[in-house]
Antibody
C-alpha cells in the first residue's frame, strides 16, 4: 500500500544539525513532488518545503530558508530534510507528504526537539 | 504570500447537527485558465497526521463520507459537515496550493456540544 515513513528525529541542542528521512513505498516516487510540513506542540500545521519530482526545483518557508535543505534520492525512494542551525522554534513533529498540489498521502511524522 | 484565515477557531455542535467552517484567502486561489480553485481541506485527529478530505475546493477524496462537502470560490470557502458524528471530532485545516508558500489556515477545533 501507499506509505510514507519518516525517521531521524530526536533531541538536539540549539545550533546543531539533524537530517530527517522519509521512505516512500507503494507509488512511483520519482513521479511526484514531495513536501515537508511541521507542527509545533499544540499548534497548527506549518508548510516547510517542497521539492519537484526530479529534484530540480525547491522552495522553502521563510522561517527555514538558508538553514534547511530539502533533497531526494529517486533511486532509493527517499526524501530528506537537512536541518542546520537548529533553534528552539524548530521543535515540532515533521511530516512528509506526497504532492498532487494538495497532499493525499502523509507519513505519521517524526519528532524533533531542540533543547539544551 | 497568500494568508489563509479560518473561522471560527473552535466550534461545538450537537450530534446530528450541521457544522460549518469558513476559510478566507488574502488573494484569489481560482486559476482562470482551468477554472479550478486550488484549495484543500484536511482533518486531523489527536496523535494522527492530517487526512485529506476535499480538494479543488469541492471534490471529495475517495473514501470520505458524503456528509463532508466543500464549497466556495475565489477567496471564500466553506467546509460543511451535514450531520455531525462522534468520529468527526478533530481539527480541520484549509490549505491553498495555488502557489508557494503552501499556506494552511490556523485550524478549527470541532467538538461535540
Amino acid at each position: 500500500q501507499v506509505q510514507l515513513v519518516e525517521s531521524g528525529g530526536g533531541v538536539v541542542q540549539p545550533g546543531r544539525s539533524l537530517r530527517l528521512s522519509c521512505a516512500a513505498s507503494g507509488f512511483t516516487f520519482s513521479s511526484y513532488g514531495m513536501h515537508w510540513v511541521r507542527q509545533a506542540p499544540g499548534k497548527g500545521l506549518e508548510w516547510v518545503a517542497v521539492i519537484s519530482y526530479d529534484g530540480n526545483h525547491k522552495y522553502y518557508a521563510d522561517s527555514v530558508k538558508g538553514r534547511f535543505t530539502i533533497s531526494r534520492d529517486n533511486s532509493e525512494n527517499t526524501l530528506y530534510l537537512q536541518m542546520n542551525s537548529l533553534r528552539g522554534e524548530d521543535t515540532a513533529v515533521y511530516y512528509c507528504a506526497k504532492d498532487r498540489g494538495y497532499s493525499d498521502v502523509w507519513g505519521k511524522g517524526t519528532t524533533v526537539t531542540v533543547s539544551s | 504570500d497568500i494568508v489563509m484565515t479560518q473561522s471560527p477557531d473552535s466550534l461545538a455542535v450537537s450530534l446530528g447537527e450541521r457544522a460549518t467552517i469558513n476559510c478566507k484567502s488574502t488573494q484569489s486561489v481560482l486559476y482562470s485558465s482551468n477554472n479550478k480553485n486550488y484549495l484543500a481541506w484536511y482533518q486531523q485527529k489527536p496523535g494522527q497526521p492530517p487526512k485529506l478530505l476535499i480538494y479543488w475546493a469541492s471534490t471529495r477524496e475517495s473514501g470520505v463520507p458524503d456528509r463532508f462537502s466543500g464549497s466556495g470560490s475565489g477567496t471564500d470557502f466553506t467546509l460543511t459537515i451535514s450531520s455531525l458524528q462522534a468520529e468527526d471530532v478533530a481539527v480541520y485545516y484549509c490549505q491553498q496550493y495555488y502557489n508557494t508558500p503552501r499556506a494552511f489556515g490556523q485550524g478549527t477545533k470541532l467538538e461535540i456540544k
